[in-house]
């Protein structure tokens, strides 16, 4: 397959994205930059799936993490990566308020 224009490359982005505990541990880094155990004690994940989804994020190129004394701060790449979740929720979010309000009593469904 021809990678026009990194198509083949976002498909691969978008595989890494596929999975609920990513988003969120994305979202989380997107707030703020957080340690490992900060992500374990806000999710309520265990360390070594963290640990892992966030390999993985830093393999895809989402995430980077800065060295603190013993502390790995993990935090978003850059502001592309925010945007790409946010816009992902913002478009779910009005899917389902579009879907809601086609169901109101009266409407007419096109």
């Not at 978003?76 to 309000?101: G, Q, Y």
Request: charge should be neutral; proline fraction near 4%; aromatic fraction near 2%.
């Amino acid at each position: 397959m021809h990678d026009e224009h990194g198509v083949v490359a976002a498909a691969q982005l978008f595989k890494v994205l596929g999975n609920e505990s990513r988003l969120q541990l994305l979202q989380l880094l997107g707030e703020s930059p957080r340690t490992v155990g900060r992500l374990v004690e806000v999710t309520g994940m265990s360390q070594p799936l963290v640990s892992q989804h966030l390999r993985s994020l830093k393999q895809a190129g989402l995430v980077a993490a800065d060295r603190h004394g013993k502390a790995m701060n993990y935090h978003l790449a850059d502001d592309h990566v925010a945007h790409i979740v946010d816009d992902a929720i913002a478009h779910v979010e009005e899917s389902h308020t579009t879907k809601t309000a086609d169901r109101r009593p009266g409407r007419i469904s096109p």
